[in-house]
């Protein structure tokens, strides 16, 4: 009865994102049959690579548009369609794995997921006028403290106490977090990845490292199917590396998946530090390179 | 010929553009997944099953309640309350649609905003409350509505279209969006 129950769950949770790819062959058969070989392999390419740094914190976004540049075989027009309707598959595939892979409390899941969607749809009017390019350094700059204060957190060196073993919070910190979930999702409409935000904020309230990734990736999960929707009406997609994208990235995100829950903790903290130091990086760049171009 | 005035606010907008969450054959896919989640998530907390397993009945508790429910008007709401603040300063905009022999005009705030052929459209829907003119992808459509005709009426534009445009098919609009 346990197995079979099990067995069920994985097929619905995985039958989530199964829509989306319905869609992709009942709309875009002629532009599948047409797709050449260089294609379909830059596709699979880029959903592997993209979605295993995905899966380890650091986003795919910016590594896939840097590799469809590269590869040169898909219209810039039809990059941020692709991105979004290739990646909700293995961004949902990785949310379920990991959830069935992490013990982690089932209402603190519950109140991070509701409050991701309340931050991305309630707020949307409000954060669209805010300064991208302040809260990019902003964040950015927060950051690097909080890598370092999780650093000797793991390393047990200075007055920061120890990691934390939580597979939940209660309480105050429930509330801190759940507010600041709110607040990672509405920075996701103009751009801003929930991943490395949402990490922190658990890491540092005292939640297991491991049982960070189905929050964060969960909370991604239920939002990434509202960007795809818009792009599937206008056809602004490019389907072998759609396709190639949301299958590659499955690959990508279990190849992921595998290392994340074979390293040892005292390894995953350090690597989620790395994540963070990197997420930094990245948004402190992409400020001062429309700080230049003269975009606020 | 016709013409049709409204102001578009969010509760029009909501109101056109979001089904009856209860007439779509999803919801009901939805309603089962809800009942597996709920029962897993009772029946692997009392087999003292791990954590995990509670997590993912919890999970899809989560996603048949968000998607079967709230998604579709949560993002109409966003798409509306977006649009709004991007292109018309935070306010609510002005339709008119005028209805006339060779195409049909459309203003927004007074100015053209789009002419649409008669070719193009497709098909008449009607629901309780508004006609809708579609396209020929179904997806986009002319709105008017019933109430707010400022020349002519509901009842004398149904049998104009049926005198002008024996060709264009008139019939109810789907059961989800009869408001």
């Known amino acids: 009865m346990l197995l079979a129950l099990q067995i069920l769950f994985g097929a619905l949770a995985a039958g989530t994102g199964l829509g989306l790819i319905l869609d992709i062959f009942k709309n875009r058969m002629d532009g599948?049959?047409?797709?050449?070989?260089k294609q379909w392999a830059s596709g699979f390419a880029v959903g592997i690579v993209a979605n295993f740094l995905d899966?380890?914190?650091?986003?795919?976004f910016a590594p896939s548009t840097f590799m469809?540049?590269?590869?040169?075989?898909?219209?810039?027009?039809?990059?941020?369609?692709?991105?979004?309707?290739?990646?909700?598959f293995p961004v949902i595939f990785e949310a379920f794995i990991?959830?069935?892979?992490?013990?982690?409390?089932?209402?603190?899941l519950w109140i991070m997921y509701v409050c991701a969607a309340v931050g991305s749809f309630g707020f949307a009017t409000i954060v669209t006028k805010w300064p991208r390019n302040k809260i990019r350094y902003a964040l950015g700059t927060v950051m690097v403290p909080l890598a370092l204060i999780m650093l000797c957190k793991n390393t047990g060196f200075g007055p920061f106490g120890v990691v934390g073993t939580a597979t939940g919070l209660t309480g105050w910190k429930l509330i801190v977090a759940a507010g600041l979930n709110i607040l990672w999702g509405a920075l996701m409409d103009i751009g801003f990845g929930l991943y490395a935000p949402c990490m922190a904020t658990c890491l540092l309230l005292g939640v297991d490292a491991g049982a960070c990734f189905p929050v964060f990736m969960g909370s991604c999960a239920v939002l990434m199917p509202a960007c795809s929707i818009e792009f599937i009406k206008t056809h602004r997609y490019d389907v072998p590396h759609t396709v190639g994208n949301a299958l590659g990235g499955c690959i990508g995100v279990f190849i992921a998946w595998k290392l994340v829950t074979s390293l040892p903790m005292f390894w995953l903290i350090n690597l989620v530090c790395v994540v963070l130091l990197w997420t930094s990086y990245t948004l402190i760049s992409a400020a001062n390179k429309d700080k230049k171009a003269g975009i606020a | 010929m016709f013409i049709n005035e409204y102001i578009m606010d969010r509760r029009r907008y909501d109101k056109w553009a979001t089904p009856k969450f209860w007439k779509l054959p999803i919801f009901y896919v939805y309603c089962l997944i809800f009942v597996a989640g709920v029962f897993g998530w009772i029946y692997f907390k009392r087999v003292g099953a791990p954590a995990r397993w509670q997590t993912i009945g919890a999970f899809l508790t989560f996603v048949a309640v968000?998607?079967?429910?709230?998604f579709r008007w949560m993002h109409a709401d966003k798409t509306f309350r977006v649009t709004r603040a991007n292109y018309f300063g935070g306010k609510n905009w002005t339709c008119k649609v005028i209805v006339g022999e060779k195409n049909i005009s459309l203003y927004i705030n007074g100015k053209v905003n789009n002419k649409v052929e008669w070719k193009d459209i497709q098909k008449l829907e009607e629901a309780k409350s508004y006609f809708k003119l579609s396209t020929a992808e179904g997806v986009e459509g002319v709105m008017l509505d019933k109430a707010c005709f400022t020349e002519g009426d509901?009842?004398?534009?149904?049998?104009?279209?049926?005198?002008?445009h024996p060709k264009i098919?008139?019939?109810?609009?789907?059961?989800?969006?009869?408001?």
């Not at chain 1, 599948?32 to 070989?37: H, I």
């Not at chain 1, 899966?55 to 795919?60: E, N, V």
């Open chain 2, 154 to 164: 509901a009842e004398s534009f149904r049998q104009w279209m049926l005198a002008h």
């Open chain 1, 32 to 37: 599948l049959k047409n797709a050449t070989g």
């Open chain 1, 98 to 108: 990991f959830t069935a892979s992490v013990d982690c409390d089932p209402l603190f």
């Open chain 2, 66 to 70: 968000y998607r079967g429910i709230f």
């Open chain 1, 68 to 88: 469809y540049k590269l590869f040169n075989q898909i219209d810039d027009i039809d990059i941020p369609g692709t991105l979004n309707i290739g990646d909700t």
């Open chain 2, 169 to 179: 098919s008139h019939e109810p609009i789907a059961p989800m969006f009869d408001k």
């Open chain 1, 55 to 60: 899966t380890l914190g650091c986003g795919s």
